[in-house]
Every structure is written in C-alpha cells, then in structure tokens.
C-alpha cells in the first residue's frame, strides 16, 4: 500500500511539472505566434508559405479573389551587393513637412502649438502654448537624426535608405498644391523632384496622398491630377497599379475625402461628370478614407475605386477597428471596391493634443504593431498600409528613435530593442504578408 502510494504521488508531481511545463512554453510564444488578446475574435487565414518563384512575382489574382486587385503591385528585387526585397503591396505614409535653422532658418512643425479642446472648461485644464527644439519637440519620441529638415538631402538618403531596410516599395507622399500648406507649415511641392530621385536610387515608388487643403474642390482636384501626372507621369519613381481589367493606372490616396460630398465627387470620378478624368489621359485608382460606417456607401456613390482606414488607433474610428475590417472588406468585394486596412505600430498625440489622452494606443514593445498586422493580413487585402514612417506628432512612426531625457521631460523610446525595431517588424511581416498571398492565390 505504502509503495502504490509512493507511486501515485511520484506521478501526481512528474504530471504536475509537464502541466508547469507546458504552460511556461507557452508563455514564451511571439505575438506573431498567435493572435494576442489585443485583437479578440480575428481568425487567421491559413499556414505560412515558404514557397517562391523564380521570377519574383505574383501571379494575377482571379476577379473572384480581388475584386479590383490582380495587380502587379509585388515585385522582389535582388541586389547585386546583399540580398534585398521590397514589395509593392505595402504602402508607407510620409510626411516632407518638417525644417530645421541649418536649412529653413526656422524649425517647423518640431515647434508645433498644443491644439486647445475644442470644450473651454476642458482646454483650461490642460497645457497651452507651443513647443521649443530642439530640447523640447512636439513628439512623445525623439528622433535619431534629431529635429531635421525635409530639405537636406542627407535626411531624405536617410529615410529611403531605412523605407527600403523595412521592404516597403511604395512611398505614400502627403501632398497639398505648389505654393498650399497645412496650418503649422510651408509649402513643399517643391521638394517632391528629390523625393522622387531618392527614393528611385532604391528602388521605392511614390504615390500622392492628396490632403484636405482650404478650397478643395472637383475641379481643383481635376486640376491637381493633371498637374502630378504631367510633372511626375514619366519618372522612373511613379507609381500605377494595375486593375482585374489590365489597365495600369496610378493609384491616390485622398484624405478626409467625406469632407466633399458624393455629388461633387461624381463629377470628377464618374464617366458623364462635368470634371470626369475616366477614360482619360488622367484617370486613375482613387481611395477614399473611411472613418464611419455611411462612408461606406458614401465612398461607393461618389465613384472611388477603394477605401482605407489610415489610423493607427484601434477604436478610435468605424474605419480603424480591427473588428469591423472583415465586414468592410466584404462590402468592397461585394461592389467592386479595393480595401486597404491602414496599421501602425502605437498611438499617441498628447504631445500634440495633451487631453487625448483616451486615445493613445501603446506599444508593447511591438505587439500591438504585430497584432494590427495580422488583423489586416486575416481579410486578405491586395495591399496593406502604414501608418506611418514619419508622423512623429501622433506617435505613428517607425522612423529611427532614440532615448532621450532633457529638461522638458522623458521621452518614449524602443527600448528594450534597437533604434531599427519598427523597421525590422515591417519587413518580417511584409515578408509573411507575400508569402501568404502566394497561398492565396495558389
């Protein structure tokens, strides 16, 4: 009896300690190893493909599989130096809107001002005025190359250096008219030429994000394609997509698009409006930003070929919920649409907007980038977004960034892992996003 006893709990503990060690594995599991919990109720779609083609491409896609997608939007190039791929179906918001003393006698937007509520009993409680470089920038995070300059032609061999290390192939340019600027800053039309050179040296195309300037209209908007297609129609750095019908055409992003109601957009993206670019020299793939659930059919009267969602706040918006992405993927599919799921990696603007607090967005040390990343891989897109490279006033990049601690405060940094982390997640999944495309479109 004593030995039966002996046994039993001899096997009571080695059962004990496989439970203990099933459970400790399990806790080492990557986030890209599952779903984590910051995305509850996404189901991924599928196992990982290792496979490759000799050619470097994908394959068309069925009209059934993407509805305006069987694009040629992937192409994988080898250099001679080192092996390096970057695909053309991840997209990467940037921004040229920052200056610096050295270059622009000024600093601007580094000094942005704090955006006051828009409730004065609640703006009398929160900071007021505007920042000071370089010590004190309008970021939650400091950037490795400091408060720099758009203009300097380091920087921006910088930044296409460190697009091309993360595989994004296509560089989504925010974009407002020669001589327009956003409220906080000075015109930049004319440094998209060096933009364009830039990113050409490494082999990243560049397409226009049309924002919301004052006077937006369809005939200025006319006016604006006409103007981008002309200049930059015919360098080598010019993006086009090309549609299930065989048409390569380029492709804009237009932000805050519900701004301008569908009847004036009809007139500009539809065959019988009075603007209409279809058909024409100037046509092209317009995608409209959805924030809620009537732009859906807002964006579908007005004539656009797709929507995307932009933000990097989980919840913040109809269109940015993770949750809501596979019933807007369906509703695109359904109408002939693309859908184009935004990601990034963290959300915080209180540098910006200090009583925003509700909406940042933390990082996890990458989770939350990786978990937005397999959100939008589960409603298999024909092309992924991020938000962003370099929108350092909403916490959104993956730009380079470092420690940094001065009389202003602490700063948010990577840590525990190296300036380039944000960068490296990116082409990891890029890398997975392709591979699981192939399987799709077996």
Known sequence: ?????????????????????????????KPSDGFSDLAPGMDFTGERSDRKRPDGRDALASPGQFRSGGSDTKVVFTKSDRDSSIFYDVHIFYYLWYGSP?????????????????????????????????????????????????????????????????????????????????????????????????????SIKVAFHIQPYKGRTDQSMHDNIKYIIDKYGNHGAFYRFRTTTGQVLPLFYVYDSYLTPPESWTELLTAKGSQSIRGTPYDGVFVALVVEERHKHDILASGFDGMYTYFAS???????????????KEFCDANNLLFIPSVGPGYVDTAVRPWNNHNTRNRVNGRYYETSLQAALSVRPEIVTITSFNQWHEGTQIERAVPKKTMAGLYLDYLPNQADHYLQLTRQWAETFNKEKDKWLM
């Open 102 to 202: 050295s270059m622009d006698n000024q600093y601007i937007h580094w000094d942005h001002p704090l955006v006051p509520h828009w409730d004065p009993k609640i703006a009398a409680s929160h900071a007021q005025g505007r920042h000071t470089p370089p010590e004190d920038i309008a970021s939650s995070f400091y950037p490795e190359l400091g408060p720099y300059s758009s203009r300097d032609p380091k920087v921006l061999e910088s930044h296409m250096a460190q697009i091309e290390a993360a595989a994004s192939g296509v560089l989504v340019l925010s974009w407002y008219p020669p001589g327009v600027a956003d409220d906080h800053g000075e015109p930049t039309e004319d440094l998209v030429p060096a933009v364009m050179d830039a990113a050409q040296r490494h």
């Open 314 to 328: 989980n919840g913040f918006s109809f269109g940015s919920s993770h949750q809501n992405w596979k019933a807007i």
């Open 1 to 29: 009896m004593t030995r039966m006893r002996r046994k039993a709990i001899v096997a009571l503990f080695l059962f004990t300690l496989f439970i203990f060690g099933t459970m400790m594995g399990l806790r080492t599991l």
